[in-house]
């Protein structure tokens, strides 16, 4: 067995390469020992393309709780967040516990092509995720008003899309190369206090800083929606990309999905690798990492034989990763479901 490149699988390259690893569904409570399958295999190599939600769902039916295989083995593993190709995973029944081995085959010296130091894997594919840790944006309802606006077009046009020129008011002296663009969108109501929670700030492109002043000059480098005079501006940034572990909260949570991301209303369905919105952020222990199982909302139902209404529980049916929280609210990507989501659904600590 020869010893692939030593490129990590960090943290959650799992969600979006990994989601269909396995059964997400029966799984224990978190204080609850980690049950392996009966048909589990009893040993495993590492390879390339490899995520560490699809090798926990080889041996448990608890896929997202693959930290907590890889803390049983700490004497042996350096770093308890990361695996790499090659290593050998095996199973001891004995002991309730998932070994990991590393890959001792002696090996003839040569030339590699790949270098060993590369790189870990990102924790979230960038190309997918990344736009969403700096947008969407949860504004109060003034939280634009103060951001600098386009109050002008190039030629006078109604609306512009890239390669055009508009000038913008309260730039400033800034010297942020790169802006977004954003209009006030939806409300974010509360479905269980009805009370207004925010609003979603709707992406619409971005732009380039040609020139300062009052105004100033931008160029539109990308649009997705049409932009027009009135739309407003955020400075860029730069994404942050994070490690971290999925885990459940330490405490109960529940809340509900308030709006499915990129839906022109609150009514509507989302499936695996939807963006939805929770009425539950910081203030109510959310935090980034958190993983919540979704559930359909039991109905009252006549009983047939008596006459009297009956209370349905609630179905599980599916996992959601919570990536980005507010104060009162948060952003989560829908892992896995075996129905469509829905608004009013509910999520709450598995």
Sequence with gaps: MRRLAAKSITALAFILFGLAGGAVFGQPAPSAPIVFKPDAPQRYIVVEGDTLWGIAARFTDSPWRWPELWNLNKEQFASPHRIYPGNVLVLNRARNQLEVQA???????RVRSEALAQASIPSIPPAMI???LVRPLVVESDGLEKAPAIVATEENRVIVGP?????VRGIGESKEPTWFIY????ALVDPDTNLTL???AVYLGTAQLVRGGEPATIRITTAIQEISRGDRLVPAGQGEMISYAPRAPSGFVKGRIMSIY???T?????GTQSIVTLNRGKADGLAVGHVLALYRQGVAVKDVSSGSLIQVPDERYGLAFVFRTFDRVSYALIM???????PLDVVQTP
Excluded at 103 to 109: A, E, G
Excluded at 183 to 186: E, V
């Design 336 to 342: 896995h479901s075996t129905r469509p989501v829905n």
């Design 130 to 132: 990344e736009p969403f």
């Design 262 to 264: 990129g839906g022109i």
């Design 163 to 167: 390669g055009a020129q508009a000038y």
């Design 183 to 186: 209009r006030q969108g939806k």
């Design 266 to 270: 609150q009514v509507g369905e989302a």
């Design 103 to 109: 890959d001792t085959t002696r090996l003839t010296p």
């Design 198 to 200: 925010g609003y979603e």
